[in-house]
């Protein structure tokens, strides 16, 4: 139950990470839309799979992102099965598998919602585990020790054959049929904790988490020629008391044709085919040619001399300028990680105590409510009796009268009808009055007794407290993104995402003006507490004290004095007189006590009223206060995990750079070699002319069908890219994509420990826009 709310949570979760998404978007106008209005919309489909590797449960998370000023009309495909709005308690308009939209905007506005993802997934994943040779079940390595090696195999299982036409290397084409997949890119990481020691991968790129473990991340290139359809790697470590790490695998379909990075790789492809096409054609006259040849030889030792000078200067600016300011940003956005962990921490405390005191409240409200009604019906029967009373003075008149009269009236004890029987009567139903007015004192004292009302003041004075206490890390948020944008080196997208962090918490709507909000209503909770507890200290518990006392008092006016004195009237007329005087003077004082009552009892209800009402005004704010708990508890979450995401990605930046910087040296060197080597072209110019002429033809031949090849899968790739990048696809004229989030759950052994922190809706929704960024950034 623990783990399925973690995953909701989200999660709400993930500023920064949708702040780069929102960046990342494209602009476009959907047709449905009057005015100036962009609509972005973005699917994550998000996998939870157990550690032995099986599926667990499949959900797609959809966001329409509207910018602009103007109405939009549109209609977007979406999942159907378990569909949930994931901003409000309202459905959606749905029909025919598609959400209708019809809405105005002036600014920004977006609308998420979660379903059931009941499509093919485009990635097979495999996890095996091996303790000291031996395979085992993730189950089997909790609690134990030795030499541990994972491997994970991750396949591109969307292939499917089609005709291609390639070049045969003599001037035509030939029609080959070949596997074409959708081009997939991703990366899978995990974190080895504190009790790996010496963790190890050739595939992986290592660092540290900060907190004692190792963190591992593999880069995934699933798409051949320029990667493969499978990808296999992994680590081995030596384990103490061993657990299995959770797992998280992203993907995103790509164009390859429409990336930097893959495109060229397309071009140089296109170029081998190419080159291979004319060295055939021209084979046949290399003699005659390689005279040019010589002569080219010279052209061709200056622009490598070009060359190497152009790649000096990279080198130097890779390696003096761009890797130690991607070192800076890393270490930056990892204290920015710490800060929103903190965050995170003093939101849930927060969420927790609320919910208590929505309960306490709750419970409070409905005694009142008990409370009020039984006031009503003492104070309904003291007024009866009131009324009543009066009646006896006429009777004992009228007994005055007449003597006979007065002896048959008397009557037993066992006639109710009679007067010695109605005494009897109304001592019964005194004694009754006096036990229940007893109770409801009792129940006024356990509401001011320590567990009752104080309890509930206090609860709600300590979550104040907690409440101001998250004000200072909300500070120290806005501290670290004002760092942040010191090592942001003139980055826009960098700064844009720090400013937008610090208006989330500053702004007129932001979370410290939210919480400055919560901690008003709760000194209004608390001041109403007070005043709730002073009223029955100071009136409901004395008043009903007198009317129990009054009560008292009746009783042993009536069996004291009434039916006794009714009995002698009966045992003698010579009595009669002085009986009759006796019983009138107890008549006039039960009718004041019985006046007084009355009164006290309709004071008592009118309180009790007031006091409910006050109860369930307080029942009222405690669920706001909880429900605004929960949703800033989410939302913190979301950016802690959006602030690890942005930690990582500025991690793997630093350690790329400073590749690019080594492999930058690398080329200057190689090209320094080719440069001095120049001048021997000519003399091999000649023996090419005497041994290689027919060998030439024939590899012409077969590097321009190789190389026409691959041009020709990735073209076929590049198409099934951008016609099946989305799982449902998008509004008509929209900007879309999807990405794909599998989370593989640890195993720890402890029932009640979370294994699976869920990214939830919106974090899910950032890492998709991560993906994107770096797509439109021409990073992948």
Known sequence: MRNNILRRTTALAGGVAILGFIAAAPAAGADGADGDVDVVNSETVQVYMTADGDIDTKRVYEQLALTGKGSVDLANPIATAGLRNLDGFEGYEVKDGEQLVKTDVDGEKKLRSVSDFTGNLPLDINVNYELDGRTVKPGDLVGKSGKLEVTFDVENVTGKMQEVEV????????????????PMVGSLTSVAPENFTNVASKQANLAGDGKGGTKLSFTMTLFPPVGSNNATFGYTADVVDGVVPRVDVSALPINPLESPTFASAAKSYQGGADTGEKLTDGAVEIDANLLRLRDGAAELLAGLIKLREGSGELSAGLNDTAVPGSAKLAAGAEELSSGLLRLDDGAGKL????????????????????????????????????????????????????????????????????????????????????????QVEGGLKQLTAPGGLPAAKGGVDQVRGGLADSLTSLDTLVTTMGQLKAVCAGNALCIQIADGVIAGVNGPTGSKARTNAAIGGLDQVSTGLGTAIGGLNTQLI??????????????????????????????????????????????????????????????AYSGSGELTTGLGKLDDGAGKLAEGAGTLSDGTGTASDGGKLLADGAGQLSDGLGDAGDGSALIFGGLTKAAGSAPALPEGAKRLSDEGTKKLIAAGEATTSNYGEMVSVIEAGAERGSAEKMAYGAPEDASGLTAYSYIIQGESGESGRNVSRALGGIAVFGAAGGMFLLRRRGVI
Not at 167 to 182: A, L, N
Not at 392 to 421: C, E
């Open 542 to 603: 004395p008043g009903m004290a007198q009317i129990s006392k009054g009560l008292t008092d009746a009783k042993t006016g009536v069996d004291g004095k009434l039916i006794p004195g009714a009995k002698k009237v009966k045992g003698g007329l010579g009595e009669v007189s002085g009986g009759l005087d006796e019983l009138a003077v107890g008549i006039t004082k039960a009718v004041a006590g019985v006046g007084q009552l009355d009164t006290g009892a309709g004071s």
């Open 351 to 438: 969420s927790d105590g609320s919910q208590k005191l929505s309960g306490g409240t709750g419970d409070a409200y409905a005694g009142g409510k008990k409370l009020t009604n039984g006031l009503q019906q003492i104070s309904g029967g003291l007024g009866q009796l009131s009324g009543q009373l009066p009646g006896a003075n006429a009777g004992i008149k009228k007994l005055q009268a007449g003597v006979d009269k007065l002896i048959a009236g008397m009557g037993s004890v066992d006639d109710p009808t009679t007067l010695i029987g109605g005494l009897v009567q109304l001592s019964k139903g005194l004694g009754s009055l006096k036990t229940g007015a007893g």
């Open 167 to 182: 070049p045969d290397g003599k001037g035509g084409t030939v029609t080959k049929t070949v596997e074409v997949p959708i």
